[in-house]
């Protein structure tokens, strides 16, 4: 059974840092296409950061030059470093894995944005 589980979630000022870090078991996450996505109170659900199986990224307008995401194939994490942090920002952050017809997400971690 694949199981996502997010951490490094958690409170901090306008212009603070976080990193986010997603952990996988039951599969190996290298093969796997993997994607931030977050979602505000109200909102739907965005695709903050996405990085290909071959280790492309790319970001949502939004957050470029900000958040930065990442694999370890030894760890088998995908990571998302936050820099720069508004209150916009404020969301649950979800981590995605997808694979031909599979779709994995995680239970989300709170960021929250705010002094």
């Known amino acids: 059974q694949v199981q996502l589980v997010e951490s490094g979630g958690g409170l901090v000022q306008p212009g603070g840092s976080l990193r986010l870090s997603c952990a996988a078991s039951?599969?190996?996450?290298?093969?796997?296409?993997m994607g931030w996505y977050r979602q505000a109170p109200g909102k739907p659900r965005e695709l903050v950061a996405r990085?290909?199986?071959?280790?492309?990224?790319n970001y949502a307008e939004s957050v470029k030059g900000r958040f930065t995401i990442s694999r370890d194939v030894a760890e088998n994490t995908v990571s998302l470093q936050m820099n720069s942090l508004k209150p916009d920002d404020t969301a649950v952050y979800y981590c995605?894995?997808?694979?031909?017809?599979?779709?994995?997400w995680g239970q989300g971690t709170q960021v929250t944005v705010s002094t």
């Open positions: 995605h894995a997808h694979l031909l017809w599979y779709d994995y």
């Open positions: 039951g599969t190996q996450l290298n093969l796997y296409d």
């Open positions: 990085i290909t199986a071959d280790g492309a990224p």
